[in-house]
Nanobody, 123 residues
Framework: QVQLVESGGGLVQPGGSLRLSCAAS????????MGWYRQAPGKQRELVAR???????NYADSVKGRFTISRDNAKNTVYLQMNSLKPEDTAIYLC?????????????????WGQGTQVTVSS
């Protein structure tokens, strides 16, 4: 129905930058909120940042001032610009979206996850 595919992860030194992308595809009628979450080994999944369809965003306190979320509605894509990366940012980063899915007579709402992309911050 709907697929989310992340890209842009990798290994970076402390203080470096990465830009993650997440493209949504499938039977999309419209996309509401999109967001990034992360999960480090042995820890619970946590919100990194979310953005509404009109561009309103919110961030975890731990990334405020360092990360920026943005989206391109025409491309059904959300981005996460990560600057001043720290070792504690190391995690699998997962994309999430609330989507109105084309199906049947009327669209229906669903919540979807990508498979994640690994971000490792290490010297």
């Amino acid at each position: 129905q709907v697929q989310l595919v992340e890209s842009g992860g990798g290994l970076v030194q402390p203080g470096g930058s990465l830009r993650l992308s997440c493209a949504a595809s499938g039977r999309i009628f419209s996309i509401y909120d999109m967001g990034w979450y992360r999960q480090a080994p042995g820890k619970q999944r946590e919100l990194v940042a979310r953005i509404t369809s009109d561009g309103t965003s919110n961030y975890a306190d731990s990334v405020k001032g360092r990360f920026t979320i943005s989206r391109d509605n025409a491309k059904n894509t959300v981005y996460l610009q990560m600057n001043s990366l720290k070792p504690e940012d190391t995690a699998i980063y997962l994309c999430n979206a609330d989507v109105a899915v084309r199906g049947g007579y009327l669209p229906y709402e669903g919540n979807y996850w990508g498979q994640g992309t690994q971000v490792t911050v290490s010297s």
